[in-house]
């Protein structure tokens, strides 16, 4: 392998992408970011900013007894751009980190343009030159010429699996007389708009939803789902009560109406700072834009809705990472290339994100002939590369932080987030002081 040499390469200004980018310019790096839009676009974007959220505008939680809480603060700790953006665009949605996303990808985009150290062309990298330093962060929506040269690379097929995208609803259009402000389990909080149902009118959603016409995905693929991420209608067909136990379930809401539990309900969730528009929580689907309001005027809040965004169908890419990845994210069969972001088999918006540091790190410790290697798989950012990196017989499958993935730990039910949010957090401040002592930089 030769050494490469020049300014590093990243492909795709998505989440992933400008972390890595930025990881890397800080520490005096130059960086060539390739961002294909908006000269050509994707199925799920709508505008040319970088780090667009495309699908739900909301990272999830940040309680530090979480595993997405012990994730952020590994994050923050390594200088997140994402969750700096994010918490200076950020909206009320109780426990969860939910942003204003045409804000946040405005503040991200003004924090990596005006950086000294990056380039930006808005062009598409149609190829991988094996002897540059690459970070290949195109996301889920990878397209058909990166996809292919990924492919080349590795010797193995592409996989995928099939996104949803939840409705967004005009403010103006809900029916508050069928609404109420509340959080669960939260009585002070107020940032979610409910939307009850009663058992009859849930038993006639629920028939009118398995019976609505879909979108099509390609006929010679098959529609696999993202486990955590079902279309609703998916979701329905697996039993008359199963959205009462997902995405609507009604737990720790009480109708100020009846001081009653609904039968069901559907939380909105506001998706930006003006409040004039709604995200319809958990409420990713396939159907087509007539029966989605058709159907989703059956709830009663929503008969009158009016949409600023119906929910839309995707391919996400990813590549079997544990046949194709080292523990420093670049490739086996081609060591000056690195993958980071959901092309490599993790979910979510932070998990993405994360993964583009650990790229930055890994390519910056190479660049100054240093060792190095991820946290340890008792942190959040050590459990998930050593899942999309750890040799599996069972077939790859993309996953979100969870604690499943998290090294075990035998400790006691009651206290056993508590003992898992602390012994993360004392082997990644051990991992990073290392770390940051082999780069020759502070910890």
Not at 13 to 27: F, I, P, S, Y
Not at 351 to 380: C, H, M, N, Q, Y
Request: charged share 20%; net charge neutral; proline share 6%.
């Amino acid at each position: 392998m030769k050494k490469a040499v020049g300014e590093v390469i990243v492909a795709g200004g998505g989440l992933a992408g400008v972390e890595a980018a930025l990881t890397l310019a800080r520490h005096g790096v130059p960086v060539t970011i390739y961002e294909m839009r908006p000269a050509k676009t994707t199925p799920a974007h709508t505008t040319d900013l970088l780090a667009e959220l495309v699908c739900s505008n909301s990272l999830k939680g940040t309680d530090p007894l979480t595993a997405h809480g012990i994730l952020k603060r590994e994050m923050e700790a390594l200088g997140s751009v994402v969750l700096s953006a994010a918490s200076r665009c950020r909206i009320p949605a109780g426990k969860a980190l939910a942003v204003d996303r045409t804000a946040f990808a405005e503040a991200v985009t003004e924090t990596v343009s005006r950086h000294p150290n990056i380039t930006i062309r808005r062009e598409e990298l149609t190829s991988i030159d094996p002897d540059r330093l690459t970070i290949v962060a195109t996301g889920p929506l990878t397209s058909d010429a990166m996809a292919g040269c990924i492919a080349s690379l590795t010797g193995t097929p592409r996989l995928h699996f099939y996104d949803a995208i939840s409705p967004v609803v005009d403010a103006q259009s809900i029916d508050m007389e069928h609404a109420f402000f509340a959080s669960r389990w939260d009585a002070p909080s107020m940032d979610y708009l409910n939307c009850p149902l009663d058992e009859t009118t849930y038993r006639a959603f629920v028939s009118e939803l398995l019976k609505a016409d879909r979108a099509k995905a390609h006929l010679f693929e098959d529609a696999r789902y993202f486990e955590a991420c079902l279309p609703v209608e998916v979701l329905a067909g697996r039993g008359a009560d199963a959205l009462r136990f997902g995405p609507m379930r009604p737990v720790g809401l009480l109708d100020p109406r009846t001081g009653r539990r609904p039968f069901a309900v559907v939380q909105l969730r506001r998706e930006n700072l003006a409040g004039d528009a709604y995200t319809m929580v958990g409420f990713q689907t396939r159907l087509t834009y007539p029966e989605q309001k058709r159907v989703i005027s059956l709830i009663p809040a929503l008969r009158h809705a009016e949409f600023f965004r119906f929910g839309s169908i995707h391919r996400n890419t990813y590549v079997d990472s544990p046949q194709v990845l080292n523990r420093d994210l670049s490739l086996k069969a081609a060591g000056n290339v690195y993958l980071a972001g959901q092309i490599t088999g993790v979910e979510g918006y932070v998990e993405s994100s994360a993964t583009g540091i650990v790229a930055g790190l890994s390519v910056l410790a190479r660049i100054k002939d240093a060792a190095f290697s991820p946290p340890g798989p008792e942190t959040a950012i050590g459990a998930l590369i050593a899942y999309i990196t750890s040799p599996t017989q069972a077939p790859f499958q993309p996953s979100n932080i969870n604690f499943g993935i998290m090294a075990a730990l035998d400790a006691p039910r009651k206290r056993r987030a508590e003992l898992l949010s602390s012994r993360a957090l004392s082997s990644f401040e051990r991992w990073m002081e290392n770390t940051m002592r082999a780069l020759g930089e502070r910890a």
